[in-house]
C-alpha cells in the first residue's frame, strides 16, 4: 500500500516571501504521477501542479514549482512570491500508473497562512 | 458550465438516521469517487466507480452505500448515521483513463451527525 506523509500540519509565511512544503511518499511502483492540490477557506479543491514520476524535469506552474526526488521519493512544492490568496490548505496526493481506478492517495495536508 | 455538483451543501442529521449525499457531474466522465476529509487524515477515499453499475470500495467503505445508476449520477448513503461520519464530504470525477490527469472535484458537503 501507498502513503503520503506531510509533516507539516501548519506553515507561516510572509507576502512576497517564499514557503516549501514538504511531501514524501512510500511505494514499491516505479511509474506513478503526483499531484498538489489547494483547498482555500471555499472549501473548493484546486488542482496546483501534477508530476510524472518518469519525467526527470521539475514541474512549474506560475508562482509554483516542485522538487522532485524520486530516489528520495520526495515531492515538495515551493510557492513563490506569496499572496494573501494562497492561504489554503494544501494537499499532497499520489496515484501509481498501474491502477485502472486512478485512485487517489492523499496526504493529512499542510495549513499554510500568508500573512500582511 | 455546471460542472461537479453536490447538495447539500451542509447537512445535519441525527445518530441512527439514513442520510444521502448527492453527487452529479455534466461532463459524462466515467470515473466517479466519494472522499471524506477528517483532520489528520487529509482525503480517505470511501468508494469509486468506472461506469455505471461499476462500483468498488475504497479505504474506508464500512457504514456507506453507493449506486451508479447513471453515469452523471453517484450518490452516497449512511445507512445509520453514525457521529463518527461527521466530516466533510466530497465527490470527484476524471475524465481520462485513471485520473492521471488529475481530478476535478465538487465543492463538498459538510455533514454533521448529532
Known amino acids: 500500500a501507498q502513503t503520503v506523509t506531510q509533516s507539516q500540519p501548519e506553515m507561516s509565511v510572509q507576502e512576497a516571501e517564499t514557503v ?15 499531484f498538489w492540490y489547494k483547498q482555500p477557506p471555499s472549501r473548493q479543491m484546486i488542482l496546483v501542479i501534477r508530476q510524472e514520476a518518469y519525467k526527470q524535469q521539475n514541474a512549474t506552474e506560475n508562482r509554483f514549482s516542485v522538487n522532485f526526488q524520486k530516489a528520495a521519493k520526495s515531492f515538495s512544492l515551493k510557492i513563490s512570491d506569496s499572496q494573501l490568496g494562497d ?6 496526493a499520489f496515484m501509481i500508473e ?18 500582511p | 458550465d455546471a460542472g461537479i455538483t453536490q447538495s447539500p451543501r451542509y447537512k445535519i442529521t441525527e445518530t441512527g ?11 459524462s466522465h466515467s470515473y466517479m469517487f466519494w472522499y471524506r476529509q477528517d483532520l489528520g487524515h487529509g482525503l480517505r477515499l470511501i468508494y469509486y466507480s468506472a461506469a455505471a ?7 474506508v467503505p464500512d457504514g456507506y452505500v453507493v449506486s ?12 445509520s448515521a453514525t457521529r ?6 466530497f465527490c ?4 481520462s483513463t485513471g485520473g492521471r490527469e488529475g481530478y476535478t472535484f465538487g465543492s463538498g458537503t459538510r455533514l454533521t451527525v448529532v
Not at chain 1, 20 to 33: I, K
Not at chain 1, 87 to 92: D, E, S
Not at chain 2, 17 to 27: A, F, N, Y
Open chain 2, 92 to 95: 470527484a470525477s476524471s475524465e
Open chain 2, 17 to 27: 438516521r439514513q442520510v444521502t449525499l448527492m453527487c452529479h457531474q455534466t461532463w
Open chain 1, 20 to 34: 516549501t512544503l514538504s511531501c514524501t511518499y512510500d511505494t514499491s511502483e516505479n511509474n506513478y504521477y503526483l
Open chain 1, 98 to 115: 498501474t491502477d485502472s481506478w486512478g485512485k487517489l492517495q492523499f496526504g493529512a495536508g499542510t495549513q499554510v497562512v500568508v500573512t
Open chain 2, 53 to 59: 453499475d461499476i462500483t468498488d470500495k475504497g479505504e
Open chain 2, 68 to 79: 451508479r445508476s447513471k453515469t452523471e449520477n453517484f450518490p452516497l448513503t449512511l445507512e
Open chain 2, 84 to 89: 463518527s461520519q461527521t466530516s466533510v464530504y
Open chain 1, 87 to 92: 492561504t489554503a490548505m494544501y494537499f499532497c
